[in-house]
């Protein structure tokens, strides 16, 4: 007879979000967390800036090299693919991996992008098709900021799509993948759950309501194999 537990594994959580929104802050802050409760994490951030892909996509975002639009939108998503193998053999072997950013980043950036008149480059559809197949999280906080709020973080850096303008194209981009998504419920596209953070207020605030959503996911599993995009 087969045990039903045996089947459980591990949750695939990420967080999602516009730039200066608290990502990198809010996953170290909840994978340390996690660990030091004795569940057995993995934190992995996109893009993956070590691998050659990564590398290659490092020196794009500096501006210190051009690239097509659509080659870079390959290369963010392949930087992907280089994961999945790993990401889905830590859930099965029961290892909750946090992610920092996935492939909604990839579709709300590239698909911002647009031309000097200022007509999108990239159409949405495909946009999202390199990243259909890849594993899919089983719960994506979206970290949203108003460009206000943002601006008090320091500002945006120096990177490529660090601009006023491109963010307010990404945050709008982000709502419709929300709405496609079906805000906090299990419809929409496969099994993920998505759940907007206002993360404009302090960091302890967020980093509870972070701890809320994660935390009986994690003591519970989830059944059944990984789902994809
Ligand atoms: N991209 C990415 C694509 O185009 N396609 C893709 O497929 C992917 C995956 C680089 C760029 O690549 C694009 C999107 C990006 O433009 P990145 O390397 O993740 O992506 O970007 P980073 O520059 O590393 O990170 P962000 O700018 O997105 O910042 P975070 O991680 O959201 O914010 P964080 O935690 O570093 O915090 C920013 C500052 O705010 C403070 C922090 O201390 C820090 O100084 N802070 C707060 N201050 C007040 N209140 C709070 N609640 C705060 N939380 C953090
Ligand atoms: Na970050």
């Excluded at 992995?44 to 097509?68: C, E, H, N, Q």
């Excluded at 993920?192 to 809320?212: I, L, N, S, Y």
Aim: charged content about 30%.
């Amino acid at each position: 007879m087969s045990n039903p537990t045996s089947s459980r594994r591990a949750p695939f959580i990420v967080i999602e979000g516009l730039d200066r929104s608290g990502k990198t802050t809010q996953t170290s802050k909840l994978a340390q967390r996690l660990e030091g409760s004795g569940v057995d994490t993995k934190l992995v951030k996109f893009p993956d800036r070590t691998t050659p892909i990564g590398k290659m996509i490092d020196s794009y975002l500096r501006s210190a090299s051009d690239l097509d639009d659509h080659a870079v939108h390959l290369l963010f998503s392949a930087n992907r693919w280089e994961l999945a193998p790993t990401i889905e053999r830590l859930l099965t072997a029961g290892t909750t991996v946090i992610c920092d950013r996935y492939a909604f980043s990839g579709i709300a950036f590239s698909a911002s992008k647009v031309d000097a008149e200022g007509a999108p480059l990239l159409p949405f559809e495909w946009c999202r098709s390199p990243d259909v197949g890849l594993p899919a999280p089983d719960l994506v906080l979206f970290f949203d900021i108003t460009p206000e709020k943002a601006k008090e973080r320091g500002g945006y850096g120096e990177e490529r799509y660090e601009k006023e303008e491109m963010q307010l194209r990404v945050r709008k981009a982000f709502h419709r993948i929300a709405e496609e998504m079906g805000e906090d419920e299990k419809v929409g596209r496969g099994a993920t759950r998505w759940v907007t953070v206002d993360a404009g207020r302090g960091m302890d605030e967020v980093e509870r309501d972070v701890w809320t959503l994660v935390e009986p996911l994690v003591r519970g599993g989830v059944t059944g194999p990984v789902a994809k995009l």
